[in-house]
């Protein structure tokens, strides 16, 4: 298996403040990893250093090519998707332009055409409100949506932070379901942050736990999910 | 009934100028959240440049397409060298560099071509449109003119990629920086556009107001009233609010006894105060849909 993203020695800082001390991890070409920990923890911080949307030191690397220094607009281009906390949908457009959003910068436009078809048949409720202002959509709703566009990029690596948040269990089962079904079949690299550890474990493959801005534990999800003492102290359940 | 009419009419074509300024000042709200006070000036100095292409033998309408075009350049080096450094900066400081444009460019234009007002020619002549008493070709043709430039506009920012960016950049920054757009440069764009929509405004208002350092002053300042009674989020409705106040600026002067032509300016002022007051979002400004 050959590594997709590998970061070392990540420190991150707000102002004065650093968030993340010195944070290593790497992830597998084609795996579904989670990042867990408590509120606080550093878990968007690790994703936001990625995109450099904070001021951070240390190592990214992304098929083996440096990401350090690079504008969070062209490590887009690379073919990372990241779906922020809140989901960053732009809520005064319609529900297809978000989707045209996605693929912004992509050049073949008879391929979006046809990926947008591919995200309606994904997720059909996107179909019938395609028109409608994606402000107007129920959260669970702007999540697929969120992911949707993420995936117009055709990306090699989605970075989602807390798709579970705020949304009814029963909709993060779908949504978690989706994921997965993305990740299999579309071959796409998954990195989710996630605070509902016990979904985030069932989902995933591979597991980093971190608590103040460092790597804890990590290994296989379902060793981590198996191993009770592990459970008790980081995971809370 | 006659002279109502006609108002109205006179009403429409300046309140097409005033349309073009609020939204060139919309423009640059919506992509930095700061007022252009040097819109105004900014026009008055490209007009200055197509008066002076064509005291150089260039015919009216390359002059116009050229001075467009220098004005878009300008308008993103004005960005890239003043603004973009300013980006983080108190709203103070953002105000005062506006101030500095202000002045600045207001003195390089009377340096340059200096104080004295200036014969502006129309393309479109002075007669009575199609035989009618109520308008004259150049009103008419600065309605054309506008109602072009709007179409243009709103093909542009709703069926083209790069106008989709443009929204994308100026509504939701971070949103867009993480789908791939340069923000940065969305910003830079819309100044450029910004300019050279209030190119085109100086450039059509400049026969009936004369050429001057000073000519757009009033202007903007209708602009502004225009901007803020049509929501200064909505760049529908700083058209809207453009030919509103357009045609109310010309019946209050007819009609009100005591206001003329002289009170007509505290009159967009008092309309500026009264929407702030009233309903400070504007007429067509933004209630943003959200559900958490």
Known sequence: MTTLLNVKDLRAYYGQVQALHGLSFSLNEGSLTTLLGANGAGKTTTLRAICNMVRSTGAIEFEGKPLSNRSTESIVRFGIAHVPQGRGTFTTMTVEENLQLGAITRKDSAGIVSDIERMYAHFPVLKQRHTQQAGTLSGGEQQMLAVARALMLRPRLMLLDEPSFGLAPLVVRDLFGILGKINREDRVSILVVEQNAQLALELADQAYVIETGRIVMSGNAKDIANNEEIRKSYLGY | ?292
């Open chain 2, 1 to 292: 009934m006659e002279l109502f009419t006609n108002q109205v009419l006179a009403g429409i074509a300046t309140g097409a100028i005033y349309a073009c300024m609020a939204l060139a000042v919309v423009m640059i709200y919506q992509a930095i959240d700061h007022l252009n006070f040097a819109q105004g000036e900014m026009a008055m100095f490209s007009t200055f440049i197509s008066w002076q292409l064509m005291q150089w033998g260039v015919p009216y309408w390359a002059a116009f397409i050229l001075t467009l075009a220098l004005s878009f350049v300008a308008g993103i080096a004005i960005e890239r060298i003043l603004f973009k450094p300013l980006a983080k900066a108190p709203v103070l400081t953002n105000v005062a560099g506006f101030i500095a444009l202000f002045a600045i460019i207001n003195s390089s234009a009377g340096l340059i071509w200096d104080f004295t007002i200036k014969q502006y020619p129309t393309p479109f002549g002075s007669a009575p449109f199609l035989g009618s008493q109520l308008i004259s070709t150049h009103q008419a043709g600065m309605i054309g003119v506008t109602v072009l430039l709007l179409l243009g506009l709103y093909f542009f920012f709703q069926y083209t990629r790069i106008g989709l960016a443009m929204r994308a950049a100026a509504s939701v920054p971070e949103s867009a920086r993480l789908v791939g757009i340069n923000t940065s440069w969305m910003i830079a764009l819309g100044w450029g556009m910004a300019t050279a929509i209030g190119a085109i405004a100086g450039m059509l208002i400049a026969p009936v107001v004369f050429l001057e350092p000073n000519m757009m002053g009033g202007v903007l300042i209708y602009g502004f009233a225009a901007a803020v009674l049509g929501g200064l989020t909505s760049p529908f409705g700083a058209v809207v609010g453009g030919f509103l106040v357009g045609i109310f600026e010309n019946l209050a002067g007819t009609y009100i006894p005591g206001v003329g032509n002289e009170l007509k300016l505290p009159i967009a002022l008092a309309l500026i105060i009264s929407v702030l007051v009233v309903k400070p979002a504007g007429l067509f400004g933004r209630h943003i849909v959200k559900r958490v």
